[in-house]
């Protein structure tokens, strides 16, 4: 009976194009190693053309980690993961500083992934 506007009633939220800026630099990171990848078949050099499959996933996976997909988030997390263990296998292998280095980066964006902020932003 009362004219009273709600006070209670939360304003709309605006939509953000990209509220993690660690998403888009592992996403730009997933689009650098695939052109690496794809350099390296088109040169002939150490890698098969089968390779050209995973490239073909990892940009799959940049573009849905921009899009805040879920299973782009699974395909990003497995591929950080998976390069990490083997740069550090390689490492301790041949002792590869660079190895280390690369190692160590994919594995701060694999625990930037895990972070509950960054699934709860997931759709």
């Known amino acids: 009976m009362t004219d009273k506007p ?4 939360a304003p709309p ?9 660690g998403l888009a630099a592992i996403a730009l ?10 350099v390296n078949v088109v040169g ?11 490239s073909v996933a990892l940009i799959a996976a940049a573009a849905g980690l921009v899009m805040l997909l879920r299973w782009a988030w699974a395909m990003a997390l497995s591929a950080v993961f998976l390069l990490a263990c083997y740069q550090m ?20 964006f694999f ?3 895990v972070r509950l902020e960054v699934r709860e932003k997931l759709r």
């Not at 709600?6 to 009633?9: E, T």
């Not at 939220?13 to 800026?21: C, I, N, V, W």
């Open 44 to 54: 002939g050099r150490q890698y098969s053309p089968l390779f050209l499959f995973l």
């Open 13 to 21: 939220q605006r939509k953000e194009m990209l509220p993690l800026p």
């Open 6 to 9: 709600k006070q209670d009633a």
């Open 89 to 108: 296998w390689f490492f301790a292998s041949q002792h590869a500083a660079p190895a280390l280095v690369q190692g160590l980066l994919n594995l701060v």
């Open 111 to 113: 625990l930037y992934l």
């Open 29 to 38: 990171y997933l689009l650098v190693l695939a052109g690496a990848i794809v």
